[in-house]
């Protein structure tokens, strides 16, 4: 059969409330032209994060009901701790209650002025929490990662070259060696497993621990299976085995690869580092057997990770990128290719080349495409990273326009929408003109800031 069809039967819906074009234009007016200030009632297909936004399985919903709240040693620890250790065979797994609280833990370990981590992209949060604490963030992605029209198989593979020169450069002052999988801010870009287990050689050489930030790391053992010669015939969890196995420890956000509404975890297996790592749990999240989490979270979290690593579920997944990908394509939008795991990035640069940067063309292609359809995207680009620290305004590297998927939420029907809003939108796009900035925060504007077209 050529049709790939979403891998499940829907048992409990939430039913979308259906607005007009009027209705959304006035709402969107109301909010200050900000996507980030709309009531979600209001959105129609909402694909601003795939982070903790997903859908829980009926096995995963009987699991709550076994969760076990006991304060300390409760079994629905042990039943999550299992499931994280049948994946990523660390010695000590200790939850959090989400990704950044166990980079924050990291952090107190090995962070500190006079630090430098480098990673292939350091996600924003983990940026946020090594200069944080002092430490210098370093992303040293290879060259293709950075080219949206580049169609290497591996975009987040990290560069081994850049790397060694780093680590001879930086020596001591350099705590550990982080690799990210799938590169979420390099667009959901897989890591090979050959690069993988270089860059633990590497980090290995030079005596640091190699650290993995594991979020979608089944999707990125989906593209090793699918890309990497001699994968092909592996199932997903002997590849997620093996790209675990070169770690030493590892941070995760269960409201990603864990199908978890909240969650996650940070693991080591050197005794003393775990050590460390309780001790500061205990001040800030929580005992060690609930890590700011509650016994039921701990339960769906362990039902999900043996549900994230099946692979019709991720051929599902994936094709569906693949599939809006190829949509935009042939009506000549630009997108990055080649597909990433959770979204799908559209090139408002090339695609509407008369509005200027400093007049946010990616935030504009989002705002329409919330008018038309009714659909939540967002902007990464000038609005996200346009302000310096010296109060300046230049130009982001990139314009896009990210399309982010929850997990098992959306059907084909919600994609051949999405399609169709694109297409309509690729009809009105020379008319538009783009917004200037009437207020925003001192720091990370674009989730605060407000607007007015520049038409008015
Ligand atoms: C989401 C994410 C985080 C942070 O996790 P939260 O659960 O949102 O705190 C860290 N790294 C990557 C790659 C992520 O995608």
Redesign the pocket.
């Known amino acids: 059969m050529k049709t790939i069809i979403e891998p499940f039967r829907i048992k409990s819906v939430e039913p979308i409330r259906m607005t007009t074009r009027a209705e959304r234009e006035a709402k969107l007016r109301d909010a200050h032209y900000n996507l980030f200030a709309l009531h979600s009632d209001d959105v129609l297909i909402d694909l601003l994060?795939d982070?903790?936004t997903g859908a829980m399985s009926a096995e995963q919903w009987a699991a709550v009901m076994r969760g076990d709240e006991s304060y300390a040693g409760s079994p629905s620890y042990y039943r999550f701790r299992d499931s994280v250790q049948d994946l990523m065979p660390f010695e000590h797994i200790i939850p959090t209650?989400?990704?950044?609280?166990?980079?924050a833990i990291l952090m107190s370990i090995y962070g500190g002025a006079g630090k430098h981590i480098p990673n292939n992209t350091?996600?924003?949060?983990?940026r946020g929490n090594i200069e944080a604490s002092g430490a210098e963030a370093y992303d040293l992605v290879i060259a293709e990662g950075k080219d949206p029209s580049s169609l290497h198989p591996f975009k987040g593979n990290m560069d081994l070259e850049r790397l060694e020169a780093f680590l001879n450069e930086y020596g001591d002052s350099v705590p550990i060696v982080m690799l990210?999988?799938?590169?979420?801010?390099g667009g959901g870009q897989p890591v090979s497993l050959g690069n993988i287990q270089a860059v633990a050689e590497l980090a290995h050489r030079f005596g640091k621990p190699f650290i993995i930030?594991g979020?979608?790391f089944s999707e990125n053992a989906y593209f090793i299976k699918q890309r990497e010669e001699g994968q092909q015939d592996r199932s997903i969890k002997n590849i997620v085995r093996d790209c675990f196995r070169a770690a030493d420890g590892m941070?995760?956000?269960?409201?990603?690869d864990a199908f978890g509404n909240?969650?996650?975890w940070i693991a080591f297996n050197d005794d003393s580092v775990a050590e460390q790592a309780r001790v500061r749990l205990i001040q800030t999240e929580g005992f060690p057997t609930y890590g700011g989490l509650a016994g039921r979270d701990l339960e769906a979290l362990a039902q999900g990770l043996h549900e994230i690593v099946d692979e019709d579920y991720l051929k599902y997944r994936i094709r569906t990128n693949e599939y809006i990908i190829e949509k935009l394509d042939a009506l000549g939008i630009p997108v990055v290719k080649p597909a990433g795991g959770?979204a799908v990035f559209v090139d408002a640069k090339r695609w509407l080349p008369h509005i200027d940067p400093l007049s946010y063309p990616a935030h504009t292609v989002a705002c329409r495409l919330y008018e038309i359809g009714g659909i939540r995207s967002c902007e990464i680009g000038t609005v996200m990273f346009g302000r310096e620290t010296d109060g300046s305004e230049k130009p982001a590297a990139m314009e896009l326009v990210r399309l982010a998927f929850p997990r098992r939420t959306y059907t084909q029907s919600h994609a051949d929408y999405v399609v169709e809003a694109f297409a309509l939108l690729d009809k009105e796009k020379d008319s538009l003109k783009g917004f200037r900035i009437t207020k925003e925060p001192k720091m990370m504007r674009h989730f605060t800031c407000q607007f007015a077209p520049l038409d008015d």
């Open positions: 994060t982070s903790g209650h989400q990704g950044r609280a166990a980079e350091h996600f924003d949060t983990t990210t999988i799938t590169n979420n801010a930030d979020c979608r941070t995760m956000s269960a409201k990603k909240i969650g996650g959770h």
